[in-house]
């Protein structure tokens, strides 16, 4: 399977109801660094908050993907509103498992904008965009346990919870647990 046809097939920017999903530019420098550089946001993405010039390095790392076929590759795609200026967030796809065609699917909202379901609505897209453009058999995210706001997320969307890995990971003095949640195309709810 050729994996840069699948991002070929990709016609952005992709759009929902309120939202639009797109390349990150380097003009979306300062957004970027408004959320990633929160410990609010680092703390459940494993780690430290990013400074400006990291968001510089990895903008312009993710704002020319190169393809989709090897394990790791990855499209990163910046979060806009229809009714504002800015980006918002970010919702990323992952190829974990090329051969079995295992994504992961992950998210990360400026905190200004949580409480009105633009996280659900960008990561219900880019599920959709694993599924049926980048050739998905199963997508899973993973979360700590004290992640609530996630874990409600990967539920609205139709997510089994799979796994709870118990103390898998130390951070600092702390240890820190996982969910692990799931679909199969037929679980999502569209
Ligand atoms: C995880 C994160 C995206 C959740 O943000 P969020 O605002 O709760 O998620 P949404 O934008 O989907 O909003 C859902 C909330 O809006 C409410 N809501 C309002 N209007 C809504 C609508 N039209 N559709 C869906 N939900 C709506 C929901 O009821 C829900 O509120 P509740 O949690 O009180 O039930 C955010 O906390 C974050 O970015 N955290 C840091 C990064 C992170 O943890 N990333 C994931 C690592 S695995």
Known sequence: MDGTDHLDRITLPVTTQRLSLR???????????????????ARYLYRPPR????????????????????????????????????VIGEVVVKLAGAHAQQVEIGWALHPE???????????????????DTLGAHRIFAR???????SAKLCERLGMRREAHLVE??????????EYVY???VHDLER
Not at 29 to 36: I, S
Not at 113 to 131: C, D, K, N, P
């Open 51 to 86: 400074t400006r010039d990291r968001c510089a390095e990895v903008i312009e790392k993710i704002s020319a993907p190169t393809g989709w076929s090897k394990d790791g590759d990855e499209l990163v795609l910046a979060v806009t509103r229809a009714d504002a200026p800015g």
């Open 113 to 131: 904008h949580e409480g009105r379901g633009y996280a659900t609505e960008a990561a219900r897209a880019v599920a959709s965009l694993a599924f």
């Open 23 to 41: 390349l990150f530019t380097a003009d979306d420098l300062d957004d970027m660094h408004a959320y990633q550089g929160l410990e609010s946001v």
């Open 168 to 177: 898998n990971d130390l951070d600092g003095e702390r240890w820190g647990s």
């Open 182 to 184: 799931a679909a199969l």
């Open 143 to 149: 979360l700590d346990v004290e992640n609530t706001g």
